[in-house]
């Protein structure tokens, strides 16, 4: 979690980029979503001031000027402690909306292993592929982690919805070693 200082420290930045290529565009944007920042207006985003977006910052920075754009990246605090508490909640929400749509791929990932185990699709090629799509929820999982500073109530429901597509997959690894390992009638 956040430190009280850092809850209403904020880095504001003013991103102004070339409209062509678009591709320039399209990368820092990108770079923004994947941190986490909060879409402000037109080219204004912003982040907790807190380490763990320091290296996300710097990247989008990077790929400004290397467009040849311009950031100006300011400190900010909220007038009132309502102002701060705004941002706050705006944030939280952002990363509510993350949440759930981890949540959604968790579903997704279920669903897909179950109708594997239905069809009795018991492959390495399968279970390699069914890996790979968990670990890629890991993966998400940790980004989401890092950048949820406030603890947005989604939280905790998205960690045990991983652990249970952990062991779906493993009981699903399960069934596939003892359908490869299965001997055929007649063959004792």
């Given at each position: 979690?956040?430190?009280r200082?850092?809850?209403?420290?904020?880095?504001?930045?003013?991103?102004?980029?070339?409209?062509?290529?678009?591709?320039?565009?399209?990368?820092?944007?990108?770079?923004?979503?994947?941190?986490?920042?909060?879409?402000?207006?037109?080219?204004?985003?912003?982040?907790?001031?807190?380490?763990?977006?320091?290296?996300?910052?710097?990247?989008?920075?990077?790929l400004?000027?290397?467009?040849?754009?311009?950031?100006?990246?300011?400190?900010?605090?909220?007038?009132?402690?309502?102002?701060?508490?705004?941002?706050?909640?705006?944030?939280?929400?952002?990363?509510?909306?993350?949440?759930?749509?981890?949540?959604?791929?968790?579903?997704?990932?279920?669903?897909?292993?179950?109708?594997?185990?239905?069809?009795?699709?018991?492959?390495l090629?399968?279970?390699?592929?069914?890996?790979?799509?968990?670990?890629?929820?890991?993966?998400?999982?940790?980004?989401?982690?890092a950048?949820?500073?406030?603890?947005?109530?989604?939280?905790?429901?998205?960690?045990?919805?991983?652990?249970?597509?952990?062991?779906?997959?493993?009981?699903?690894?399960?069934?596939?070693?003892?359908?490869?390992?299965?001997?055929?009638?007649?063959?004792?």
């Amino acid at each position: 979690m956040a430190s009280r200082q850092a809850a209403g420290q904020w880095l504001v930045l003013v991103v102004r980029i070339p409209a062509e290529p678009s591709r320039h565009r399209v990368a820092v944007w990108r770079e923004l979503r994947k941190v986490g920042a909060l879409s402000l207006g037109q080219g204004v985003w912003a982040v907790p001031d807190v380490p763990v977006f320091a290296d996300g910052v710097g990247r989008v920075i990077a790929l400004t000027e290397q467009a040849g754009g311009q950031v100006v990246t300011l400190t900010a605090f909220g007038r009132k402690p309502e102002d701060a508490a705004r941002f706050q909640q705006m944030f939280t929400a952002a990363r509510s909306a993350d949440w759930t749509e981890f949540l959604a791929d968790c579903g997704k990932f279920e669903a897909e292993l179950a109708k594997e185990i239905r069809i009795a699709k018991f492959t390495l090629a399968e279970l390699e592929e069914e890996e790979q799509s968990l670990e890629r929820l890991r993966r998400w999982h940790r980004d989401l982690t890092a950048r949820d500073v406030f603890g947005a109530p989604e939280a905790t429901a998205a960690g045990e919805r991983l652990k249970r597509c952990a062991a779906a997959c493993e009981d699903y690894a399960e069934l596939v070693f003892a359908a490869l390992h299965q001997t055929p009638q007649g063959e004792q």
